[in-house]
Structures are given as C-alpha cells and as structure tokens.
C-alpha cells in the first residue's frame, strides 16, 4: 500500500493530487467530502488516517509547517486523537444510521484490540445449581425449597442447594471473538498500522471466517446472543461483532474507504486547552445570565454562550478561548478569529462582572489562545475593539501555544502554569 502525508486543509490542485493517487480514489474522497472543493483549489478537511483502495492518507494538522519530522509528529497525533476518542466514547462505527459501515472499520478494528488488551475475550458463564454439591451453599433456594428439621428451635437441613460459575473456554462466541481480534491485528500489521496506533500484534486463533458457518447463521446467532446478554460492556462486544462479519472487507479491496480520526480537529484543540489549564467553568456554570424571551404565549429561557475556559491566577480572574487558527501574517492579517469571535470574548467579561467584583479578584485577563509547531509560549499581541475596551473591558491578547509540548501534556495529564502565557 502506498503511503501518503497531506495537510489539513492545504491548498492543492488536482494534478497534484492526481500524481498522487488514482482518479477513482480521488472522486471517492470528494464524494464523501473529505476532500472539499472551492473552484480549482482542493482540500483536506480531515485530521487522522485515510484508507482509500490501496492508498493510506495521513492527514497531519495545519499547524504543523512542513514533513521533516512528520512520522513523530503524526504518531503524537494519533495517540491524541485515540485518547480524545476514549474519553468521550466516540466510535464512530455505532451510528446505526451509516449507509456504509466499511467507512468506520479502522476505527472498529482499532477498538477489537484495544478492548482486548483491557478486557480480554468474551466469556460465557454457566451458573450450575446442585443439590449437596461441593460449591457455595445458596441459602436462599434452600430455605425457599427444603423443608427443615427442628430441633431444639433450630432448622437443620438434610439437603442443600449448592452453587458455582463455569466459564466457558470454548463457546462458539469466544471463539469468533479470537478470530475477529487475530484478523484486525494482521490487516493492521500488513498495512505497516500497529505501530502507528502504538499497538500489539494479537495471534489468538487459526480459524477462518467458514470455521463458523454461512455469514447469515454468524448474524443470526449474534443476534440470539443479544436477546440473552445483560452484559453492557458483552453487548457492545456483541453488536461490533455483528458490525464487523456484516461488512467484513479488507484493505487491499476495490471500494473501499475508512478513516480513523476527525474533521473537527479544533474541538480536540478545545479540550486539550481545557484540561491543561484546568478549567473551572463547570463550577461558574450557572453564573452567566441565560437569555430571556417574553412572549404572549409566556416567558422563556434559552442556553446562553459559554467561553471555553475560565481559571484564576495570583487573583486574576483568566478567561481563555482556545482558537484552532493558522494566523497568516504578511502586509496584511488573514486566517484570524473573526469579528464575531473577538466580541464574544469581550461579553465573557460583562457576563462575569458581578461574579468578579463579589470575589474581589484583583483584575481579569481576556487571551485566545493559538498552535504553533513548536518553541516557547508567544505573547503575540491583542485585538482592540474601542468602543468596548472604553467600557472598561480587557483587551483579548494573542497566544501562540506550542502543540506539541500541549500534545505532551494532554496525554501526560498534566497542567501547564500560566504563568507562562505573560498575560
């Protein structure tokens, strides 16, 4: 398989792109917009990894200059698109309403391995009830069930009901769970994957797909299985399974294309900025006043805005927006955070202003916050609008943050002073 590295939303013109790959794959990704088109110029409106026919896409960030470093840069991508995905269970595979589950099965295969290193196989316990056998005694079927002797006041028990689990090592649901794990791994190790999703090659099985019958009795037995597991986590397990025999493909197949990553890569900007500063927000949730509406039919409330990120320093009250902007700066600014987005920050201010004043903090700080590749934390500036810095408002400072030390500590969890930011 051919390997190639794109930038999120680059321009590109179609030679280019069609000396990279063929016509067919090419009108694929257009068709479902991966690929965005503005007259002549072509983008990648995608982070992460494409798989298209016989072609894998790596799709690394705006930010990110130029490809001398790019494998390094692309796997610390990865591993935080993968840990974004985690916490917020996004499998994308789950939406029922897919015309074609095939798009997802990287993601699906991704998650047959990981689930396997923290869960282990799918396991069917046999619970087995006996009279007088050498298990846990079950008191209540044996007080419910067995009439008692008395003696002295005492009930004794000529029998008693016994209990205990057999897990069954070689039920055909573990078995078909061995196979789907052994497969995924090695589709993923020939297409040169493992090692970019950090994973372990997985041998469980030496079965094929025919070991357990015609795919509609495979279905049908998944199906069954579902009606009698209770399980969350086992059905969940159940319906992947089910997923993944009713759209079994391979890479090295014509029409196909998946993907594992995201096109809103600005919402993982967002919550890595979230967690690395730490983020009081939750706690102030209820302080900004929502939106009233009087009508003659009654009085409504609606949701109101919401900054990404509120936290104190030294007395300072911080309000930071995490901006996913590539700021283009020559005779002129371009790809800036816009009118709407620069008078939004201001409002945080005004809605926080009794709060701020209640607490007596010692002043406010108002910054967006913007990847760079890599050096130190930049303090680039501010944005001015006059006629609400006039009312006593902070002016909104620009700072360029180094993706990869904030990629770093997202995964590390951990936080970054902010002192840093020289605000």
Known sequence: ????????????????????????????????????????IFKFNFVGVIIVDNYIINCYPKYIPNEDNIEKDFKQIIKVIKKYK????????????????SFNKLSMMIFFLEDYYQ??????????????GSGEIDWDRTINNIDPIIKDNKPYYGELYTKYNIND?????????????????????????????????IELSDKSLFDFGQKEVILEKLE???????????????????????????????????????????????????KVFGNKLNKLKNVIKKPVWYLDEGTFQVDTFRPDLITFWRNYFIILDA????????????????????????????????????????????????????????????????????????????????AGEINKLYLDNKKINISRLNL
């Open 224 to 274: 069954k299985q579902l009606k009698v597991e209770f399980n969350s986590h086992k059905q969940k397990l159940l319906k992947s399974m089910h997923a993944y025999i009713s759209n079994k493909n391979s890479f090295t197949n014509e029409d196909f294309l998946t993907i594992y990553g995201t096109s809103t890569y600005h919402v993982i900007w967002e919550e890595m900025c979230r």
């Open 169 to 201: 090592l070689y039920n055909y649901f573990r078995m078909l769970h061995e196979y789907i794990i052994t497969e995924c791994s090695k589709i993923l190790d020939e297409a040169g994957l493992i090692e970019l999703f950090d994973l372990t090659p």
């Open 323 to 402: 901006k996913y902007y590539k700021l283009k700066i020559t005779s002129k600014l371009e790809k800036q955070p816009g009118l709407s987005d620069v008078t939004k920050q201001y409002l945080y201010q005004l809605a926080f202003k009794d709060f701020i004043e209640k607490n007596e903090f010692k002043g406010v700080k108002n910054a967006f916050l913007l990847p760079k590749y890599n050096g130190k934390v930049e303090n680039k500036g501010y944005v001015e609008i006059g006629i609400l810095h006039d009312l006593g408002l902070e002016n909104i400072q620009i700072v360029m943050l180094p």
């Open 86 to 101: 985690n916490l917020n269970d996004d499998f994308s595979w789950e939406n029922e309403n897919l015309d074609d589950v």
């Open 119 to 132: 869960n282990g196989i799918y396991t069917k316990i046999q619970n087995i009830r006996e009279i007088n």
């Open 1 to 40: 398989m051919k390997e190639i590295f794109i930038k999120e939303l680059e321009e590109y013109s179609r030679e280019y792109i069609l000396q990279l790959m063929k016509k067919d794959s090419f009108n694929k990704l257009l068709e479902y917009e991966i690929i965005k088109r503005d007259n002549n």
